[in-house]
């Protein structure tokens, strides 16, 4: 089972394209989505879920658009902060929430501390997320530190960099989902999934639910994971380790 499941939720503006209806139905329908598959990894003891919620560059879309997806997160985290709660999950936020509206920002800072000390899934949004501004503030962090004589330059290695990341202390992605067909990484986590495994899934964000993630994670399951290693070495370090576990 993946520790860590990463998901670019694709497809709301099409999937509402096709019903003849406005991209906003699609957004809506997507929590929808979100409400299953957040329930469904909690079920299966998944100990992180990041979705992408909204990237940097989804600022430059129509103003309409980007002031009803706001509004929506704010009356989506007050519908749901409950049954977060009641299913031990904790909510975290990932990106420059800087950016976001003040009503906004603060009703997600208000889930995080609410949610602050469960134990259960750790739900991370991505929000005005950019992978490679991720990686651009780690640089800056890591170079104040230097700066300021806490470190030395021989001290950089990928265990401190990824400890100045927003994701630090989270395991990295094991899995990732993209919904609606698309080729392509979108800036999200580049980092992190150095060795994620990749799965692309034609069906539209706002239907994919736990069916079509049981799917995904049973593709995954049947993946050898050879982090630079030849199946050989894998076989061979999976039996020595169910050796020493026995």
């Known amino acids: 089972m993946p520790r860590h499941i990463a ?8 999937w509402a394209k096709r019903r003849g209806l406005p991209r906003v139905a699609g957004h809506r329908e997507g929590i929808n989505s979100v409400r299953d598959i957040v329930e469904a990894c909690g079920q299966l003891g998944i100990e992180v879920l990041t979705l992408y919620t ?7 879309r129509p ?17 749901e902060i ?27 800072e208000d889930g995080v501390e ?10 991370v949004l991505a929000l005005s997320y950019g992978g490679r501004r991720e990686i651009l503030d780690a640089v ?3 170079g104040e530190k230097i700066a300021r004589g806490e470190i030395s330059p021989a001290d950089i290695d990928e265990t401190l960099f990824s400890q100045n990341l927003y994701t630090a202390g989270l395991p990295d992605p094991d899995l990732l989902i993209r919904t609606s067909g698309e080729l392509r990484v979108s800036n999200f986590l580049l980092w992190q999934m150095a060795y994620t495994e990749m799965y692309i899934t034609d069906v539209f964000w706002p239907d994919f639910r736990r069916k079509e993630l049981y799917e995904a994670i049973s593709v995954y399951q049947k993946r050898e994971r050879r982090f630079g290693l030849v199946s050989e070495q894998v076989r061979a370090l999976s039996a020595k380790v169910h050796t020493h576990s026995g």
């Open 7 to 14: 998901i670019i939720m694709d497809g709301n503006g099409r």
């Open 54 to 60: 909204f990237s940097l560059e989804n600022w430059k």
């Open 63 to 79: 103003k309409e658009e980007v002031s009803y997806l706001m509004t929506l997160l704010v009356r989506t985290i007050k519908r």
């Open 82 to 108: 409950s049954d977060l709660q009641k299913n031990n999950v904790r909510l975290m936020i990932i990106g420059h929430t800087e950016d976001l509206p003040d009503l906004t920002r603060k009703s997600l």
């Open 114 to 123: 609410k949610t602050k000390n469960n134990t259960g899934l750790k739900l």
């Open 140 to 142: 800056q962090k890591i």
